[in-house]
């Protein structure tokens, strides 16, 4: 393992000569450059969760380091292919990466060349004070970078100082406050699931709703290539979630589109997202494997066994369907209709509701659609019909998805309060619902057993039979909850700030 923790700085690669042109006070700086070089890659989750740190992975020959925004770089030994964090050998970098979503893959961000140097400030006794370790960077199209690793020695810290201050002469910065990606990768964009769509107070309905799709669709696109490719699950989720919020512009901004061309979007839309339900079902269970094998006793795996290799086979027939789907010209042909329809807008037509400003509308739809929250929820007790407590939750993620699109018409620290309980509630009402299709779908897979294989059915049937019934008990758990948890959503305080915001202080 090397570790350097005293400062880690980017500068322009042609400015690595420049650190030895002249004396460093009363030390001399000598720079030593190796002779070979060796191919560097770089890794990064697809949502760039290190670029966001300001944080570097980075595999060279036989080694992988970290090289993290305070200055700290990690090394340990590296493997000949990154997947998930989870899966890599234990090391100070894996450790350090603990923090990454456990669900997203590292990938490939690009490759260069690299060669190691060293820039030391001696003495006149030729007595080393400080030094850099210097990685000097390059890739096809681009200027280059060096990244200078600052070490002092035990009581020399002025020559530290002054060697940092060297580096800065010669541009450079810290690692913290620049972006090496934009430096050595400059066509890598980074991907965001959540748009940054700047609604304006006045703004017509008809423009906050078409700004929200058409920033959507491309997050949408941008997962595609990601799902065929089955690097990681979150490509379709981000996918779904892409599409889901579009259609609920299309259900929630009524009156903003005429009434046919709102129902024609919405079944288009719809049609886009109907392939991917069975790949995203299956990739929760698949997911979730060693949570049901907690639930059951170990004489009960075997059936268990069964069923997920059951789920893995279907899993890969209904991925290989999907990808078709996703290359096929017919759907190439239709997402491309759809994102020029709401970049020109020729043919989208206004509605009654299109020159609504954006402020009035958004209180409307709010208010509107939180007295029915407060409806339904009121009513709930034990014997509230399933669907019921569903609708509970679908209205509240309808809530949420407004709140969202609507927050930068209103005051930011308001509207905090008021989503942070409201997802609070959002958890509650979707573990109900996750354990009411669960039950459903293996009810279903019970169903479709091949009457041939007695033995093997009455094993997994046994099971199934136990794991539906922890499930629904599960579920009865979660009902109970549901009151409480309105409750902590509609507090006093919470109801008041609903009023002011949404509806002018009235009732």
Sequence with gaps: MTRYDDACFLLPLKAVDDLSASPVGKLAPVLTQAEDTAIFTLYDTFDQALRKERRVLIAIDDRLEL???????????????????????????????????????????????????????????????????????????????????????????????????????????????????????????????????????????????????????????????????????????????????????????????????????????????????????????????????????????????RMFAMFAEQRQDTHEALSRHLRSKAYEREVDALAKLFDSRRKLQRGPNADLPAHDFACKL??????????????????TPDEEVHQLRIHCKKLRYLMEFFAPVFPKSAFKSLLKPLKALQDNLGLFNDYSVQQESLHALLSRLDQGDHAGNLELAQSVGALIAVLHQRQLEERGKVVDSFARFNSAATQKTFRDLFHKGKE
Aim: hydrophobic share 45%; net charge negative.
């Design 67 to 305: 090289w993290e925004a305070d200055g700290a770089i990690l090394s340990q030994p590296a493997e000949r292919r990154l997947t998930f964090v989870a899966d890599m050998a234990d090391g100070p970098v894996k450790h350090a990466l603990s923090n990454l979503p456990a669900l997203r893959s590292l990938m490939v961000i690009g490759t260069g060349h690299l060669r190691l140097s060293e820039l030391a400030l001696v003495d006149d006794e030729e007595k080393t004070q400080a030094r850099a370790s210097l990685r000097l960077l390059s890739t096809d199209g681009a200027a280059g970078v060096a990244v200078a690793a600052l070490q002092g020695l035990r009581g020399y810290d002025k020559a530290l100082s002054r060697l940092a201050d060297r580096v800065a002469d010669c541009a450079g910065v810290p690692l913290g406050r620049d972006d090496l990606y934009a430096r050595l990768f400059p066509a890598v964009a980074p991907y965001v699931a959540k748009p940054d769509i700047d609604v304006g107070r006045n703004e017509a309905a008809y423009d906050a709703a078409s700004d929200i799709i058409a920033a959507y669709l491309p997050v949408a696109r941008r997962n595609e290539a990601g799902i065929i490719d089955d690097i990681d699950t979150e490509f379709l989720h981000d996918y779904r979630i892409a599409l889901r919020k579009i259609r609920s512009v299309l259900s929630l901004f009524k009156g903003v589109y005429p009434e046919d061309q709102t129902q024609d979007l919405k079944a288009r839309f719809s049609a886009l997202m109907a392939p991917t339900g069975q790949l995203r079902d299956l990739d929760v269970y698949l997911l979730d494997r060693g949570e049901f094998y907690d639930l059951l006793p170990h004489s009960l795996h075997r059936g268990l066994d």
């Design 366 to 383: 709010i208010w509107k659609r939180y007295r029915k929250i407060c409806r339904i929820a009121a009513g709930i007790d034990a014997d």
